[in-house]
T-cell receptor
Framework: EAGVTQFPSHSVIEKGQTVTLRCDPI?????LYWYRRVMGKEIKFLLH????????ESGMPNNRFLAERTGGTYSTLKVQPAELEDSGVYFC?????????FGPGTRLTVL | RKEVEQDPGPFNVPEGATVAFNCTYS??????FFWYRQDCRKEPKLLMS???SGNEDGRFTAQLNRASQYISLLIRDSKLSDSATYLC??????????FGTGTRLQVFP
C-alpha cells in the first residue's frame, strides 16, 4: 500500500514568491494534517482536514498560508508571499482512525 | 515553557546497552501519548503508544506517570539500527499532535 506522498521534495524560492506544496494521503484516510519544522525547533501542527473540511486551523501562522483539500482527496498548502522565516520542512500526515502516518516532507528554503 | 520537554542529547551508548529517555508535559488534560522515531532527514514514524499501565514491544518499554506528568522510553539491548531521534508526542484529544524537540540516540559498535 502506498504511503503518504508529498511533492516537491525540495523547493528553493526567493522572498516574495509563491510556492504550492502538495500532499497525497493514504487512500481512504479522511483525516489529513499539515505540520512544519523550522530549523532547531520542534515539529508544529498547522491544520487538520476531515475530508474536505477544515477541522482545526489553529496552527496556521498567518494569512499568507492557504490550505485546501478539494474533494477530500489530496491537499495543497500555498504560501504567498513567502518570507525568510517560512523556511523549514513541511510534513503532511494522514489517518483513518488513530495513528497518523507521515509523508517524507517538503524542504522549503526561502532566500 | 514548552508543552513537551525532552533532553536533546545526544545519548551515545555502546551496542547492547540499556538506555532510557524521559519526557515531561505541561498539560494535565493530555489524552494520549506516543513515542515517534525519526531518522535523519526522514519522516517521523510511530514507535509505540504510551499507556498508564505501561506497555512493552520487544526491546522497547514505554511508561506514563500522570501524577508527575512524565513519559519514559526504555530501550534494552541497543542495536546500531536504533540510532535515531526519538520524539515524545502528546495528543490533547483533538488529533493535534504536540511534539517535543526530540532526543538523539547514537549507538556505537
Amino acid at each position: 500500500e502506498a504511503g503518504v506522498t508529498q511533492f516537491p521534495s525540495h523547493s528553493v524560492i526567493e522572498k516574495g514568491q509563491t510556492v504550492t506544496l502538495r500532499c497525497d494521503p493514504i487512500s481512504g484516510h479522511d483525516n489529513l494534517y499539515w505540520y512544519r519544522r523550522v530549523m532547531g525547533k520542534e515539529i508544529k501542527f498547522l491544520l487538520h482536514f476531515v475530508k474536505e473540511s477544515k477541522q482545526d486551523e489553529s496552527g496556521m501562522p498567518n494569512n499568507r498560508f492557504l490550505a485546501e483539500r478539494t474533494g477530500g482527496t489530496y491537499s495543497t498548502l500555498k504560501v504567498q508571499p513567502a518570507e525568510l522565516e517560512d523556511s523549514g520542512v513541511y510534513f503532511c500526515a494522514s489517518s483513518y482512525y488513530n495513528e497518523q502516518f507521515f509523508g517524507p516532507g517538503t524542504r522549503l528554503t526561502v532566500l | 515553557r514548552k508543552e513537551v520537554e525532552q533532553d536533546p542529547g545526544p545519548f551515545n551508548v555502546p551496542e547492547g546497552a540499556t538506555v532510557a529517555f524521559n519526557c515531561t508535559y505541561s498539560n494535565s488534560a493530555s489524552q494520549s501519548f506516543f513515542w515517534y522515531r525519526q531518522d535523519c532527514r526522514k519522516e517521523p514514524k510511530l514507535l509505540m503508544s504510551v499507556y498508564s499501565s505501561g506497555n512493552e514491544d520487544g526491546r522497547f518499554t514505554a511508561q506514563l506517570n500522570r501524577a508527575s506528568q512524565y513519559i519514559s522510553l526504555l530501550i534494552r539491548d541497543s542495536k546500531l539500527s536504533d540510532s535515531a531521534t526519538y520524539l515524545c508526542v502528546e495528543d490533547l484529544g483533538t488529533d493535534k499532535l504536540i511534539f517535543g524537540t526530540g532526543t538523539r540516540l547514537q549507538v556505537f559498535p
